[in-house]
Each structure stands twice: as C-alpha cells, then as structure tokens.
C-alpha cells in the first residue's frame, strides 16, 4: 500500500445510498471477471475518498448466489480502494443479539457451495491465509466509530454464511447454534476470501434484522417488523460511516495485521508456467506481486 486510503463501502439489503458524499459521482468500472453489482459511487466524506458499491445493485436486483463477487472485489481494487467495510443484513442465532443489534464479525463459517471463491485457477495458483478472514485494525475503527455514534454493536462473532436464497431450516438453525455461530447471512462469503487475495483490509458490520427460525417466536414476525429495523439498521450504518471515515483517514498505514501484503508468500505456480492470460486477469488484484 501506498500513499493515502481509499475506503470501499459495500452496502447490503437496505444501504443503497451514503449520506454526506461531497464531491460524488456514479461511474461504471470494468473488469476482466465481468460487470459489478452496479456503478460505484465515488466521492468525499469527512476529509476521506470513499467508493460504494451497493452489493445487490440499486433497486435489489441480484440474488446472494448471483453476486459476481470476483467483479466487486476486482473493481473496488481497481478503484484504488485499500479498506473495505461490508454490511449486510443478517439472522440471529444467539438469544443476546435481538433485532437491531450490529456485530463486528471476526470469524466465518463458508457454508456456500455455488460461487466462484477466488481470483487464482489453473495457470496461476495462490493460497492465501483466512485464519483471521477480518482485519482487527478496522475492526477497532469501527468499534470505536459505533461508540460515537450511539449504536448498540457487539465486537466479535462468527458469521455462518449460507447459500441461499431460501432461508434455514430449523434443523439447520438448530445445528449452527450448537457450532457457536452468532449470526447467519448469505453474502460475506466469498467476498471476505477475495477481499484477502486482493489485498484489502476487510471489515463485516453485521446488522440483526431478526432471530433466525430457531426462535420460539420466529414466526410471529411479520414483514413489517422486518423491515422496520431493516429501514432503522440502514439509517445506523450510514451514521458508523460517517463516523468511521475519519478514522480510517486518521490511521490510513500498511496493515500491520498483514492484509496489504497477503500475496508476499501465496504464490506457487512457477514463474515460467504461470499462464499469461490468467496474469493479465489478474494485473489489478495482483500486479504488486507479479510485476
């Protein structure tokens, strides 16, 4: 990483938009691995350059499975961005996590079976470290960012991120409850994977909406209440980026947790046998080290 930060927003069900953008304008960004979920909106918030991407597009129009992550992750890089902060709605498994709760994940369990989840194929191989998949520096920053601005966030918790789009079952509600898992959405997989190979800090602002169908009074909820936090967690998430920008332009460095130079030791395939069509996909998510 070099010179200032860009902060990436990818915005969940709910969060289309940022509030106090200056300077802001949609532009369309192409990459090797196809269209994004929509424009990104570029701009200016608190004294920080900030890039957001609505993850669903504009309106909701792609499902979790039909996300093109790799295109989301490979134009954010592309548009300089070095810290990104996801949010999404999810489902709570922990009586303690009601409605309205935001979770500073730090662990996933990928349950997810139908997705592309990595930039790196036959011609060009990576591993990557995910044993800590989120950045604790950003974490910090929005911990401290939820604090200000009054929201009720827990720091830690894992993320049982499912394929979807159906919702569980209660045996499978049930199951991950007793694997411990907090939460349970259906996005930050395999986005936290690529986010890892691109280099990019990645933070995940978990937003409750409701308890996942383990709870006895699950299906007492209707579409309204549902969507009533849903409204009220969007208007939170707007106030932590505002709160956080600053933050993040404050302490804009190379990650000491390691995430700006994740590829120093992920390479294996040897140079000489590295496709060439394959390393020209990957110019922006890894043209640090392949150069």
Known sequence: MTGASVLG?????????????????????ETP????????LFGDLNGQKLVFLPRHGRG???????????????A????????????????SLKEELPPGTFVIVDQFIDRTFARVKSFFETGLVAHVSMAHPVC??????????AKEAGICAVRGGTYLVMEGPQFSTKAESELYRQWGCDV??????????LAREAEICYASVAMVTDYDCWHPDHDAVTVEQVIKVLVENAGHARALVKAVAPKVHAGACLCPQGCHRALDNALITHPDKRSAAVTTRLAAVAGRVLK
């Open 184 to 193: 349970i959405g259906m996005t930050n997989m395999p986005e936290a994977k």
């Open 60 to 74: 909701h129009r792609i499902p979790p499975s039909e996300l093109n992550f790799r295109a989301n992750i490979d």
């Open 33 to 40: 691995f196809g269209a994004p979920s929509d424009q990104l």
């Open 136 to 145: 604790g520096r950003l974490g910090d920053m929005i911990e401290e960012a």
């Open 9 to 29: 927003i990818i915005g969940g069900s709910g969060v289309y938009d940022v509030d106090g953008l200056t300077n802001q304008e949609w532009r369309t960004v």
């Open 76 to 91: 954010m890089k592309r548009s300089g961005v070095t810290e990104i902060i996801s949010v999404s709605a999810v489902g």
